[in-house]
């Protein structure tokens, strides 16, 4: 039968302390998820592995002591940059070369005006491109046979503290990732709103 990853995705709140991620599969994770759509391409994030076990407490501490930051072989701290729109972003080098300086100016200017023209903008637009992220993650991670947890759950300014994030940087969400431990029970999967609830048609 056909997997669907999406099905078999569940947050799972036990993760196997015995079983670390392999190297080249924690890799491929990420070289999959990075495939998300990002407003011009800006891909306005960083990931931040927090793996050893110093780190995890640390991350546990501002993570209202969530458990699960303890148990998982790695939490990522999946930063969004607020300022990914702006000149300082390398991406604009790679768009560099595939577009005319003209153009280029032009998109600059665009995203200067959609979503850097103030907080408010900065911020849907940091939080949603890396909310993209984040879920590609963590069906990258299901596909690969890797559960996962996301978790807003956290003191963001602790968190950013603590691992020096940049100014621009909050941190848009955690996601633990590890393998799903057989011995807990996991409780059924929560009431979904479906098609007819939540699609208007016009
Ligand atoms: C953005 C976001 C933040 C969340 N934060 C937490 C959290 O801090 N702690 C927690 O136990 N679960 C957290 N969750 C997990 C949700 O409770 C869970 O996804 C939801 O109940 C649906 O369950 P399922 O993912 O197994 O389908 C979060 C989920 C999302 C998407």
């Known amino acids: 039968m056909e997997r669907n990853i999406f099905e ?7 993760f196997d302390k015995s079983r670390k991620i392999d190297e080249e599969v924690f890799r491929k994770i990420i070289d999959t998820a990075v495939l998300a759509p990002s407003a011009f391409n800006l891909q ?13 407490q640390r991350l546990y501490n501002a993570a209202m002591k969530q458990d699960k930051v303890l148990e998982a072989p790695i939490v990522l701290i999946v930063a969004a940059d607020y300022e990914g729109w702006s000149e300082s972003n390398p991406m604009w080098g790679h768009i560099a070369k595939t577009t005319t300086e003209k153009r280029l100016a032009g998109s600059m200017r665009a995203t200067k005006r959609l979503y850097g023209a103030d907080e408010k903008r900065q911020i849907k637009y940091a ?9 590609s993650i ?13 978790m807003s759950g956290m003191d963001a300014e602790q968190v950013k503290n603590e691992f020096a994030l940049k100014p621009s940087e909050s941190p848009c969400m955690l996601i633990c990732l590890g393998y799903f431990d057989q011995s807990a029970e996991l409780s059924p999967r929560a009431k979904r709103r479906g098609f007819d609830e939540i699609v208007k048609r016009v």
């Open 138 to 150: 963590m069906l990258a991670a299901k596909y690969y046979g890797v559960d996962s947890h996301p």
């Open 8 to 14: 078999e995705r569940r947050s799972v709140k036990f």
């Open 44 to 56: 306005p994030w960083r990931i931040i592995a927090v793996e050893s076990e110093e780190a995890k």
């Open 127 to 135: 939080e949603s491109n890396t909310g993209l992220l984040a879920m």
